[in-house]
């Protein structure tokens, strides 16, 4: 941003996404931009725009990147809002749960718990 926005004339604007003049794009210029090429790749009606800040969310989750990161990332005030956000995969959660329990599950040669 700080190499091609100057380029364009907006260097100032805080915005991630400006429009061709410089200004902030709206959140339904995105999605309608989202859904025409959405459309035209053929894929299925489902996916949006903000299912992709979902994903977001959740690859850093599984990736292992410090939640309260990931809460900024994303703009939350609050934890239990990137919660709801985040759908990690069974595989990831029975990985998460092993290394929980692996320190009380934990045996030594002779059964017993270390």
């Given amino acids: 941003?700080?190499?091609i926005r100057p380029r364009f004339g907006c260097a100032d604007q805080p915005a991630l996404w400006v429009t061709e003049r410089g200004g902030r794009?709206?959140?339904a210029e995105i999605n309608a931009r989202f859904v025409?090429?959405?459309d035209v790749l053929g894929l299925p009606k489902e996916l949006s725009a903000h299912s992709?800040?979902?994903s977001y969310v959740t690859h850093l989750t599984e990736d292992g990147v410090d939640r309260r990161f990931i809460q900024e990332a994303v703009g939350h005030r609050c934890d239990t809002s990137t919660a709801i956000y985040?759908?990690?995969?069974g595989?990831?959660?029975n990985i998460a749960l092993r290394k929980a329990l692996a320190p009380a599950l934990d045996t030594g040669r002779d059964g017993r718990a270390r």
């Fill in 1 to 3: 941003m700080d190499n």
């Fill in 36 to 38: 025409a090429y959405r």
């Fill in 86 to 89: 985040t759908h990690v995969s």
């Fill in 91 to 93: 595989d990831f959660m």
């Fill in 25 to 27: 794009a709206k959140p």
């Fill in 52 to 54: 992709a800040r979902h």
